[in-house]
């Protein structure tokens, strides 16, 4: 047994030796240029005391075909002080036999560009594999290099992760905004290899399944994908937000989200594992959420209940004068400022008046979906004309009110302008506008006293006659046509 372990230890200062003399902070090495045609020619990628965090293509090898990758990890303490190598390696399967050259290549590890020299590769008969036998027990190079010809066995290692779907609030009121969020967490003790499967696909097809039909919906778009940090039950875990959107419930019904299922490719390790061997099988585990339920409640009675929006906002006003005489134009902007529905403010509506002439607004609107929150401006700018002289508030035409789900009561946005209107009314230069002409002056002057026609004999001789002539006339023309 002693013998044994200073056999180990010899291999390990060997291999130690070895990496400090030839290896880099980042390097590539190339396997054996004379293999057989059932054997892999292979490229591995070093870094040392990093992560391998990015790298580009594996070049094409002619007469080869590329036949997937295998990673390792070496950890060394010398003298007190650990150092360690992530590598990953690309096999290259022979489709003949034969003499080819690898051309010298670059590669991009870790934003670093290396260059290989390339070789040539001598692809002989198939070599017949036979088991080591070892005076000590296992040969510790056959546990080193994978020359073993037992088949390989790879065992599950269970995940430390979850998928949920939360909510930041429980209960809302109808119309109240809430936001859901659909995310992977992955514990910091965590042992298994995970990465995300077909993520498009399961997106959508989960979308379909959580949306709620009686909301309206506004979607922060994640385009990438990319962890944080996040504390739960004072436990470390990384959250991958993977769909986070705003509802805006319409009816007063309760929001129901059902289970939903997020496939992961889950890799399998090899029970014994091996330098430059296959040490992982890739697999499948799909993680499932729990349902959750959101409560909407209605809103306190008031006379515009059904027409209120529901949220947190706040008036920016601005005008272009604030004195002018009649017949004057000028602007004013209602800005609604804050957190909300935006999308569905409707504007504040001037009383009917014989004051000002208010024309349509224009409308525009500005929503910004950042930090599990919706917030807005919509701006509506008045033109108005004013008619008569005198001072008046704005708060008399113009007020918006929303209620306010923070203070569970109802507030009203009043405009803090007053103007001052000089010059003359423009009542009786709008009753001139519309003058109709010299035929409807002369009704004034008009008798208006009811007068009856029975005296007026003369006039129904007359039309006796007349009558008498047609039917007269009539009668000619029917007895010429039957004669």
């Known amino acids: 047994m002693k013998l044994t372990n200073k056999i180990l230890i010899g291999c390990a200062i060997i291999l130690v030796s070895a990496t400090n003399i030839l290896s880099q902070d980042v390097s590539i090495n190339l396997g054996k240029n004379e293999i057989g045609i059932n054997q892999y020619f292979t490229i591995t990628i070093q870094v040392e005391n990093d992560r391998l965090k990015q790298y580009s293509d594996f070049p094409d090898i002619e007469g080869f075909i590329k036949r997937g990758t295998s990673s390792s990890t070496t950890t060394n303490y010398i003298n007190g002080r650990m150092s360690s190598t992530q590598g990953l390696t690309q096999n290259y399967q022979a489709t003949e036999k034969g003499t080819f050259l690898l051309e010298p290549f670059f590669m991009t590890i870790n934003g670093k560009e290396v260059k290989s020299e390339g070789t040539q590769i001598v692809v002989g008969d198939a070599v ?7 005076p000590f027990g296992r040969d510790p190079f056959e546990d080193m290099f994978g020359n073993r010809s037992e088949p390989e066995e790879f065992v599950d290692i269970k995940a430390d992760a979850f998928v949920a779907l939360t909510m930041d609030k429980d209960e809302v009121y109808v119309g109240e905004g809430f936001t859901a969020t659909l995310a992977f967490y992955v514990a910091e003790a965590n042992r298994a290899e995970m990465r995300f499967y077909d993520l498009a696909n399961q997106i959508t097809e989960i979308v379909k399944t959580v949306k709620p039909p009686n909301c309206w919906e506004e979607n922060f778009s994640i385009d990438q994908i990319s962890g944080e940090p996040v504390t739960i039950n004072n436990r470390n875990y990384t959250r991958y937000k993977i769909y986070q959107t705003a509802y805006y419930p319409l009816t007063l019904q309760d929001i129901k989200f059902p289970s939903v299922g997020l496939k992961m490719i889950k890799y399998k390790v090899a029970k014994n594992p091996s330098f430059f061997g296959r040490n992982r099988q890739e697999d499948y585990e799909t993680f499932y959420s729990k349902p959750k339920t959101v409560k909407v409640v209605d809103l306190p009675p008031h006379p515009l209940k059904e027409q209120v929006a529901v949220g947190n906002y706040s008036l920016d006003e601005k005008i272009s ?24 403010i409707e504007a504040p509506n001037p009383p009917e008046n014989d004051v000002f002439d208010f024309y349509a607004p224009n409308v525009t609107q500005r929503i ?26 704005l708060s008399d035409f113009f007020s918006w009110v929303f209620f306010n789900p923070s203070t569970d009561s109802y507030d009203t946005l009043s405009s803090n302008y007053s103007i001052k209107v000089t010059g003359e009314s423009r009542k009786n230069l709008s009753i001139a506008s519309n003058d109709l002409g010299d035929f409807y002056d002369e ?12 005296g007026n004999d003369w006039v129904t001789v007359i039309v006796n006659i007349f009558i008498a002539l047609i039917l007269g006339f009539t009668a000619y023309l029917l007895f010429k046509k039957t004669a």
């Open 321 to 344: 004068t604030q004195e002018l005489a009649t017949g004057q134009s000028f602007n004013y902007g209602f800005d609604i400022v804050g957190e909300g529905n935006i999308s569905s």
């Open 443 to 454: 009704i004034a002057n008009a008798d208006n006293d009811l007068s009856s026609i029975d």
């Open 368 to 393: 910004n979906r950042a930090s599990g929150k919706v917030r807005g401006v919509k701006s509506y700018d008045f033109y108005a004309i004013p008619n008569e002289p005198g001072d008046y508030k």
């Open 128 to 134: 017949q594999r036979q088991a080591r036998q070892s």
